[in-house]
């Protein structure tokens, strides 16, 4: 899978993002862009696309539909023949929108929606209305059914305290609406001083699965090792000179395999330090589950 954070931009400030709490991180990352450009984009899908495996999964450290270009972007990815995935907060999935990204035969689309209720909602997702959540997920299902469209869609919800009450609910709701819906773990990024109460999946360190299920690229064309790499200390080249293909079989990606392997994660880079690390299953993998049953 390679995750492309095509937009910095945001239209919301929620409590569980670290790019919304720790404002430095987009500074660090991204400098002063916000979107990324075109160019860069369609080498990402380039390379994707020669590989039918693969899936090209757009998110944002922000709002991905914010980017001026998204349609466009979309188009041009299952043009050359991209399994394309979509992580956005759904308030932007207007009807335009929605019939754009069907009429591109999208793959899968991840709605985040954290909540049951309207009050939980809105003190999660600060900015957003929950009234018109509802009503865009339901248009573009509809629109799917009525298109007889393949997209699979499924909603997402970070367990939390502030949702903890009505987890059951908000899991029976949403998974009503969309096809599937999943609860995900909180995660720190290292930078939130709490841990929402969060149930681990191991006591025990293991190797990570995330080296081994996707690559990261920013919105300046730099590829990362991980998403939870907040400050872009971890570099494998730019896009634009280096292949996706050459990061992912580097030495430095396979000596941080190694180490992992070993159980040595002191020396694995910026891996000693992860705190996140009992919350990543290789059980658990959303997007890929979702895209390997279409």
């Given at each position: 899978m390679v995750i492309a954070g095509i937009s910095f931009?945001?239209?919301?400030?929620?409590?569980?993002?670290?790019?919304?709490?720790?404002?430095?991180?987009?500074?660090?990352?991204?400098?002063?862009?916000?979107?990324?450009?075109?160019?860069?984009?369609?080498?990402?899908?380039?390379?994707?696309?020669?590989?039918?495996?693969?899936?090209?999964?757009?998110?944002?450290?922000?709002?991905?539909?914010?980017?001026?270009?998204?349609i466009d972007l979309i188009s041009y990815a299952k043009k050359v023949g991209c399994n394309v995935g979509i992580i956005t907060n759904g308030s932007l999935l207007d009807e335009a929108k929605a019939k754009s990204l069907l009429e591109n035969d999208i793959d899968a689309l991840d709605i985040s929606v954290d909540a049951f209720s309207k009050e939980t909602y809105e003190k999660i997702r600060q900015g957003l209305d929950f009234d018109k959540l509802i009503a865009n997920v339901k248009r573009f299902v509809e629109l799917r059914n009525k298109l007889r469209k393949k997209t699979f869609i499924f909603c997402s919800i970070v367990e939390q305290e502030l949702v903890r009450h009505e987890l059951k609910e908000a899991?029976?709701?949403?998974?009503?609406?969309?096809?599937?819906?999943?609860?995900?773990?909180?995660?720190?990024?290292?930078?939130?001083?709490?841990?929402?109460?969060?149930?681990?999946?191991?006591?025990?360190?293991?190797?990570?699965?995330?080296?081994?299920?996707?690559?990261n690229i920013d919105v300046n064309g730099q590829i990362r090792l991980c998403g939870y790499d907040s400050f872009g200390k971890t570099d494998f080249g730019n896009i634009i000179s280096n292949s996706i293909e050459e990061a992912w079989h580097s030495d430095e990606l396979n000596r941080v395999r190694e180490c992992h392997q070993k159980g040595r994660f002191d020396q694995s880079g910026i891996c000693a330090d992860c705190q996140d690390w009992p919350f990543h299953s290789w059980q658990i993998n959303y997007m890929v589950d979702t895209f390997n049953k279409r």
């Open positions: 931009a945001c239209n919301a400030k929620c409590i569980h993002c670290i790019y919304s709490k720790f404002p430095e991180t987009k500074k660090n990352v991204a400098g002063p862009n916000l979107f990324m450009k075109d160019n860069i984009f369609k080498k990402i899908a380039d390379e994707c696309s020669k590989h039918p495996w693969a899936l090209l999964r757009l998110v944002g450290f922000g709002e991905p539909m914010l980017h001026p270009n998204f899991l029976e709701f949403w998974g009503r609406i969309a096809d599937k819906v999943v609860s995900r773990k909180f995660l720190t990024f290292g930078l939130f001083h709490r841990d929402e109460n969060r149930v681990p999946y191991y006591s025990r360190r293991i190797p990570c699965f995330l080296l081994y299920d996707r690559i």
